[in-house]
């Protein structure tokens, strides 16, 4: 009987060998000669909003004509200045040659950065709802210095401000600027 094991130990302990290898944990090192190759996974946290527009050049507004923001901001328009901001820059419009009456920024992007653009115009605990035009969301207030309307939808954002403290009259300006570009 021990002459049989004698033999059949060698052959066992290499069965035995080859067994552990076969079930060997399959995230062990590969063999040499093999290739592996990993994925990585990145996750960015989405951006906040892009700084406020400030303003380049002097200009007309392309969607916003100077007489329509006279008649609701109730002040002359002495000048008007643009943003580099491209396809649409943000209008800036003068009530004498240093100060701002009225701006209108209209920010197209992705839908997170446009909703940021907003709540950093008209943060949500400070502001009272805005829903005009239909389909808009966002915040009016008034502030020390005049009044706020900013909304957004999809990934468009509108943002109006003011010297004077009636959203109403920013809220007007929204909705003519939304119009005219046909968002």
């Not at 944990?25 to 190759?37: F, I």
């Not at 989405?46 to 700084?51: E, L, V």
């Not at 901001?73 to 901001?85: C, E, H, P, T, Y």
């Not at 966002?138 to 468009?156: C, F, Q």
């Given at each position: 009987?021990?002459?049989?094991?004698?033999?059949?130990?060698?052959?066992?302990?290499?069965?035995?060998?080859?067994?552990?290898?076969?079930?060997?944990?399959?995230?062990?090192?590969?063999?040499?000669?093999?290739?592996?190759?990993?994925?990585?996974?990145?996750?960015?946290?989405?951006?906040?909003?892009?700084?406020?527009?400030?303003?380049?050049?002097?200009?007309?507004?392309?969607?916003?004509?100077?007489?329509?923001?006279?008649?609701?901001?109730?002040?002359?328009?002495?000048?008007?200045?643009?943003?580099?901001?491209?396809?649409?820059?943000?209008?800036?419009?003068?009530?004498?040659?240093?100060?701002?009456?009225?701006?209108?920024?209209?920010?197209?992007?992705?839908?997170?950065?446009?909703?940021?653009?907003?709540?950093?115009?008209?943060?949500?605990?400070?502001?009272?709802?805005?829903?005009?035009?239909?389909?808009?969301?966002?915040?009016?207030?008034?502030?020390?210095?005049?009044?706020?309307?900013?909304?957004?939808k999809g990934g468009s954002a509108v943002v109006v401000t003011s010297n004077q403290k009636q959203t109403v009259k920013?809220?007007?300006?929204?909705?003519t600027v939304v119009g005219n570009l046909g968002l």
């Amino acid at each position: 009987m021990n002459r049989v094991l004698l033999t059949a130990l060698p052959s066992l302990l290499v069965l035995g060998a080859l067994a552990a290898c076969a079930t060997a944990d399959p995230t062990s090192a590969p063999a040499a000669g093999t290739t592996t190759s990993a994925v990585a996974k990145t996750t960015t946290a989405p951006a906040g909003p892009p700084p406020a527009p400030e303003p380049a050049t002097d200009g007309q507004c392309p969607y916003l004509a100077s007489s329509v923001v006279q008649e609701a901001n109730g002040q002359l328009v002495r000048k008007v200045r643009l943003s580099a901001d491209e396809p649409n820059p943000a209008c800036f419009f003068y009530a004498n040659a240093s100060d701002v009456q009225l701006s209108v920024w209209v920010f197209q992007g992705e839908p997170a950065t446009a909703k940021a653009v907003v709540d950093r115009a008209a943060p949500v605990a400070d502001s009272n709802p805005a829903t005009v035009p239909a389909g808009w969301n966002g915040g009016s207030l008034t502030t020390d210095t005049g009044a706020v309307y900013a909304v957004a939808k999809g990934g468009s954002a509108v943002v109006v401000t003011s010297n004077q403290k009636q959203t109403v009259k920013t809220r007007r300006i929204a909705e003519t600027v939304v119009g005219n570009l046909g968002l």
